[in-house]
Structures are given as structure tokens and as C-alpha cells.
């Protein structure tokens, strides 16, 4: 008769552990995933420096004193109607979503009538003259944080793990 272990068997086990962590402590899975929002959000914040950056010839503070580099944010956790439960990072700025996804660039057209001495002339009317590309800020960090992840969560199920065990 072999002796040892069938990985499956311990792969469910795992996911039998998961399963009663969620259903007997929700309030320790909602502390985990907030948190673990948190982290990620911090580093999109940290891809966002690095990749939207500043404008030439500025100082480096620029980019802490700027909107969209101060409002990476995580939403409160969520309960999906599967019974898992979801936090998403974000960043609420208003223009986020241009930085994101990219846009097409507009010229301005010209100023108000009143200010003629600032009066803005692009030649082009308002018409669009190329497209700016999306830095895709989160889905970086998705990918750079993944990892970091599956980590986290296997020490979390490992910690509780012997929490109950050992008391």
C-alpha cells in the first residue's frame, strides 16, 4: 500500500476551507478584500506616475499635486448574487477615463468675442486631428498585482487555517 497524498484531494479540501471561511466569517473575507483593493489601487497609482508622468521642464512634485494622481480610490466590498464577494479600484477623477482609454484630440476653437487679445485659433475648426493613445493604467496594474495576489490570498486561507487549528 503507497503512502502520501492525492493533490486533489487537498485542492479540494482548500476550497471546502475558502468555502466556510466565507459563510462562518464574512467580516474577516470583507477586511481581506478591502484591503487587498487598497494594495492594488496604490499600485496603479504607482504605474500612473510612472507612465502619465509630467510635462517637461516641471518639478516631480507636479504629479502628487495633480487630480488624477490623487484620486485612486477602492469602493466599499460587494456581495455578487453568486455569494463572492468583489472590491474594485478606481480612480474618480473626471477625466479618468480619457487617461485610460485615450481620446481623439480636439483643437480649441476660437476664444469669446470679449477676449480678443486671447482669442485661441486652431485652423482646423473643432475637427478632431488625431487620436491620443490609452495608457491603460489599471489593467497594468492588474497585471503587475496578480501575482501579488495569490500569494496574499494563500497566506490568508493559511493563517486562518491555523488560527482554528491552534486557537
Known amino acids: 500500500m503507497k503512502e502520501g497524498f492525492i493533490f486533489s484531494d487537498l485542492s479540494d479540501f482548500r476550497q471546502n476551507l475558502l468555502h466556510d471561511i466565507k459563510t462562518d466569517y464574512p467580516k474577516a473575507i470583507e477586511k481581506f478584500i478591502k484591503q487587498e483593493a487598497r494594495k492594488c489601487s496604490r499600485v496603479a497609482k504607482k504605474i500612473a506616475k ?99 495576489f495569490e500569494k496574499n490570498a494563500e497566506n490568508f486561507v493559511d493563517d486562518f487555517f491555523n488560527k482554528m487549528i491552534l486557537g
Open 50 to 148: 510612472r507612465d502619465v508622468g509630467t510635462t517637461k521642464g516641471k518639478k516631480k512634485d507636479w504629479v502628487d499635486t495633480k487630480s488624477y494622481h490623487k484620486r485612486f480610490d477602492s469602493s466599499s466590498v460587494f456581495k455578487f448574487s453568486t455569494g463572492e464577494y468583489g472590491c474594485k479600484a478606481f480612480n474618480n477623477a473626471r477625466h479618468a477615463k480619457i487617461i485610460e482609454n485615450g481620446h481623439i484630440n480636439v483643437p480649441r476653437g476660437e476664444g469669446k468675442k470679449n477676449h480678443d487679445k486671447k482669442k485661441r485659433r486652431s485652423g482646423k475648426g473643432g475637427q478632431g486631428n488625431g487620436f491620443v493613445p490609452g495608457k491603460f493604467i489599471f489593467k497594468k496594474a492588474e497585471l503587475e498585482y496578480a501575482p501579488q
